[in-house]
């Protein structure tokens, strides 16, 4: 795969650029140059065989230059003809602001957001959106239509009211406002006990929907190279404790680990794909390894 | 290291503002804010002891801002061993400018203006100087410093109270900026002659009337060290309704006279009444008028005059509680009528190709004079003497040039036309002189060449836009000799520089002659634009000069009433005088022929009381001074001189410039060192 020219855009030249829409077509245009060289497979319609032309075929799907060569009529067979049906659900609660550097996990969160949108929106396939902190507090039903992409960003670059997380309630509201069987892609932090959200989560896949977990997180949040000896605050209780950072990173790393291992094996228990997106990870990467994974099951091909 | 203005120096107590504000910011600033404290366990408090001041570098640094800020204010300044300034005061050189117009003759304006004035010389020591001029129409000089410095020093003070006593405001309106000027040409003089610079100061008392000329002064410039104050002097009452006259309306029977009625100030009694009398008899003439005015009202009163009176006429003003501008005296028009005797065949008067006929025609229809066109009376002697105009147009045997000299002589005006070269004898019979010769005609084209523009007759043309003559021409000129020692001068002459028109005294009259025929067909003089107004500037000479008004401003008597030989009489007066009148009044005016009245005024601008804003003086560039007594220039005590010399070193030392300087360098090391700082913070906390 030769895409080491076009890929791996650095995160922070990314976030440089103010305009979302600009960052994810960025992205985008990018993979899809190294796209054209790899194994890698597209969501959605798959030309799979040719078959003889009866009449009643669609004419549209009649090879015309097949015809002129051989003068055979055969028509292209597709083997999915129904478009993607995908939802993304964004976290944006108070613990998402969190940054140890230059980009705040929010602001990775929704540029992954805009350039999943752009990536599907170009292969025409139906993406909508849902913010979520304690509860589902914007919607945007998954459309194909003009200016979806542009009512998705303007979502996307409202500024939360930063409130307190509750995973479990977005996707209960996600659940009953999805009747149709949808990839739905969780962008979070999932910093909260998996107990908060597990049943919905199994509720979702019960459904039929396809639920990938995409995990944010900040580097100092996986090894706590971070802060000074202070009082720390915490982004969603407020609470404030006492903290030396070097008396207290092996402690925390172990309890991090902990955490990350209860809800990988939760997400897992349920068919649900987990990724794990530091802040300082190029955002193609991310892509690349979304569309890398084999589906666990289910017809779309990511 | 002195402080001129030590009080300043309360301001180091904002150095606590920095100081509370490093304890506030270090509490608030020493939280970081973290996304997973769940996962972390409580540190045990470290113990060790720590400033509460968070970057007390960067404190100190603010601390030291307040403190310079607060020096540079208290105006340091380094005591040297300047020797302090020589306890001796500098000569006072001071003009006192009493405004003596109309206005200031309200009740207690002139005895506060003189109350002031005489404070002012109080203040005055030996060694100093005064001036006194007043000013109405003209300024006067009425005490020049020479005079002030041949009095005796311990007389001068009541010499010139003195002086002042005897001045009275007069009855004309004010033009300070001629004071101002003679003011600080008395300045300029008393300075040249000075061993010690002055203190130069000049002082207007004066009511400030908005109509007072001020404008003269502007771009003037003042010398230095001149100081000009204004001391506003009022009167006793707070408004004034003036009355003013406007002009006659209505027709013969029922004429009505248009008074204007305004009022200023807060007028304290806005219920008056206005009356018509006879001036000469006093009788009233008719029933009082009710009006109403307040400050700032302007309306018009039409009084009937009844029918067959003729005047002259006072009009009163009663309820006002200032009187000098209640009466008002109104003289009648009276048309100046004059009779032309014509010395030629009476036909040629309706005969186009006679000069007669173009006279008739230019005089019939004018209001002043009003000519009547006839001949000589052969019979009433007594009646000719009163025609003041003779038109000669044809030979005159020696009776007739006996009677038109004479009467000519007699103040009369004769114009002879030498259409003809056979009447040069009666040029020269009229003249009494010999030696008066035609030369060779000219039957070419010719033209005025050179004209007397100053003369009364072409004045009126004397402007570029009407003095061309140059289209006008002649074809039937002669020349004329004239012996050396007539008393005849050419006021204009043909472009062959022969005498076109010729004027001499004859007794107390004038004789003009004009060389030609006005004849259309010899000459387009009737026929050009020029003629008519020549005319009647020529029968207003006879009739005694330019009509003038018999209402007239006591601004505009010398003016519009300039003839040496005229002379007033007051009305109920004996005498008959030559002199200019000053005061408001109905006269008799005489001039020549001419004996009428004439009704003086002060001008209406001076009954309203409004005054001169101090930004009109502002943006005349006058150095307006703000003590208001010259006791303040007295001899400094030794108090007030250390004052001084601190004030004199810190200015010209001026080290606060350099503590704000290093106060500049200061706050940009603040603001740099504060920026890092706060990169780092923001790095650590979020």
Redesign the interface.
């Known amino acids: 795969m030769s895409t080491a020219n076009t890929i791996g855009i650095d995160p922070t030249a990314l976030f440089a650029i103010r305009d979302l829409e600009l960052r994810a077509r960025v992205v985008v245009e990018g993979l899809w140059s190294g796209l054209h060289r790899s194994p890698l497979e597209g969501f959605s319609v798959e030309f799979t065989e040719y078959r003889n032309y009866s009449p009643g075929d669609d004419l549209r799907y009649l090879d015309w230059k097949v015809l002129g060569r051989t003068d055979q009529e055969f028509i292209k067979k597709f083997e999915d003809e129904t478009n993607l049906r995908c939802m993304i659900l964004v976290d944006t609660s108070r613990s998402m602001k969190f940054t140890s550097g230059e980009t705040s996990k929010a602001e990775y969160a929704r540029t992954l957001a805009a350039t999943l949108s752009y990536f599907l929106l170009q292969q025409r396939d139906v993406v909508g959106l849902g913010l979520i902190d304690r509860d589902l507090h914007q919607f945007l039903p998954a459309r194909w239509r003009p200016g979806q992409f542009k009512r998705l960003l303007s979502l996307l670059s409202l500024e939360s009211e930063g409130k307190e997380t509750n995973l479990g309630n977005g996707l209960d509201q996600i659940g009953k406002l999805t009747p149709k069987r949808s990839l739905i892609i969780v962008i979070s932090d999932f910093l909260s006990l998996p107990a908060e959200w597990e049943k919905s989560m199994g509720q979702l896949i019960a459904a039929g929907h396809d639920v990938r977990a995409i995990q944010i997180l900040d580097s100092a949040e996986l090894d706590l190279e971070f802060g000074k000896a202070s009082q720390w605050e915490d982004l969603e209780t407020g609470e404030q404790i006492y903290i030396d950072p070097n008396e207290a990173r092996s402690a925390y790393k172990a309890s991090f680990q902990v955490h990350q291992l209860k809800i990988r094996r939760t997400l897992e228990m349920r068919g649900i794909r987990h990724l794990i997106a530091p802040t300082n990870k190029p955002l193609d990467f991310v892509l690349i390894d979304l569309l890398r994974r084999q589906p666990l099951k289910g017809r779309v091909g990511l | 290291m002195n402080l001129l203005s030590p009080w300043f120096l309360a301001g180091l107590a904002l150095i606590a503002g920095p100081v509370i504000f490093h304890l506030i910011r270090r509490a608030n600033k ?17 113990l060790e002891r720590k400033s509460r001041i968070q970057n007390p570098w960067l404190m100190v640094l603010r601390c030291l801002v307040v403190a310079l800020f607060a020096l540079a204010f208290a105006r340091p300044f380094i005591e040297s061993n300047l020797p302090v300034t020589p306890n001796v005061s500098s000569p006072n050189t001071l003009v006192l400018i009493l405004d003596s117009s109309a206005s200031m003759q309200r009740e207690g304006a002139w005895a506060n203006a003189i109350q002031q004035a005489e404070s002012y010389i109080e203040d005055l020591e030996s060694q100093d100087q005064l001036s006194i001029i007043s000013v109405a129409l003209n300024a006067q000089l009425k005490l020049p410093f020479d005079r002030w410095s041949e009095w005796p020093p311990n007389e001068r003070q009541t010499l010139a109270k003195a002086l002042l006593s005897e001045m009275k405001p007069s009855w004309g309106s004010s033009q300070l900026d001629d004071a101002i000027e003679l003011a600080l040409a008395e300045l300029e003089q008393a300075d040249e002659g000075a061993a010690v610079t002055s203190k130069k100061r000049i002082v207007l008392l004066s009511d400030l009337q908005k109509s007072a000329r001020i404008a003269g002064i502007a771009g003037r410039e003042w010398p230095e060290e001149c100081q000009f104050e204004i001391k506003t002097i009022s009167g006793t009452h707070t408004g004034n309704v003036g009355i003013y006259w406007l002009g006659w309306t209505g027709e013969e029977e029922q004429r009505k006279m248009r008074i204007g009625v305004r009022g200023s100030g807060a007028t304290e009694n806005p219920e008056l009444e206005l009356s018509l009398s006879d001036a000469a008899s006093g009788a009233v003439l008719s029933e009082p008028t009710k009006l109403y005015s307040n400050s700032g009202d302007k309306s018009i009163v039409l009084l009937a005059v009844p029918a067959g009176t003729e005047g002259p006429f006072q009009v009163t003003l009663d309820g006002d509680s200032e009187s000098f501008d209640n009466t008002l005296f109104v003289a009648e028009e009276r048309p100046r009528p004059m009779a032309l005797h014509y010395f030629g065949e009476i036909e040629n008067a309706d005969n186009p190709n006679q000069a007669a006929f173009y006279i008739k025609r230019a005089t019939s229809g004018w209001e002043d004079p009003i000519v009547s066109f006839g001949t000589p009376d052969r019979v009433d002697a007594e009646k000719n003497r009163s025609a003041p105009f003779i038109l000669i147009d044809s030979i005159l045997d020696q009776n007739s040039v006996a009677e038109v000299r004479s009467r000519i002589s007699e103040g009369s005006h004769g114009l002879l036309l030498l259409s003809h070269p056979d009447r040069i004898e009666v040029a020269a019979s009229l003249l009494g002189e010999n030696g008066w010769r035609t030369g060779t005609e000219n039957q070419t084209d010719s033209r005025l060449g050179m004209i007397d523009f100053q003369h009364p007759s072409f004045n009126l043309f004397a402007d570029p836009r009407f003095s061309d003559f140059s289209r006008i021409r002649f074809w039937h000129a002669h020349t004329v000799h004239l012996p050396e020692d007539s008393n005849a001068v050419a006021i204009a002459r043909y472009d062959d520089e022969s005498p076109a028109i010729l004027e001499a005294p004859i007794g107390t009259g004038t004789l003009t002659i004009w060389v030609g025929d006005w004849a259309p067909k010899y000459s387009q003089w009737v026929l050009s634009t020029k003629f008519v107004p020549w005319l009647q500037k020529l029968f207003e000479r006879a009739a005694g000069g330019s009509d003038q008004p018999s209402v007239v401003s006591i601004d505009a008597v010398y003016s519009q009433f300039s003839s040496p030989t005229m002379s007033w009489q007051l009305l109920n007066a004996d005498v008959y005088s030559s002199e200019t009148p000053s005061l408001p009044g109905l006269y008799r005016l005489r001039d020549g022929r001419s004996d009428r009245w004439v009704a003086l005024q002060i001008s209406s601008e001076e009954s309203e009381w409004e005054t001169h804003a101090f930004e009109d003086w502002e943006r005349l560039g006058v150095p307006l001074g703000r003590s208001s007594s010259l006791a303040e220039s007295k001899i400094p005590t030794k108090a007030e001189l250390r004052t001084q010399n601190a004030v004199e070193l810190e200015s010209h030392q001026q080290i606060w410039r350099w503590v704000i300087i290093l106060v500049a360098i200061l706050l940009a090391t603040e603001s740099l060192i504060a920026r890092k700082l706060q990169n780092r913070e923001d790095t ?1 906390a ?1």
């Open positions: 020493d939280r970081i804010r973290f996304s997973a404290t769940n996962f972390l366990k409580e540190s045990p408090p470290r650590v979020l």
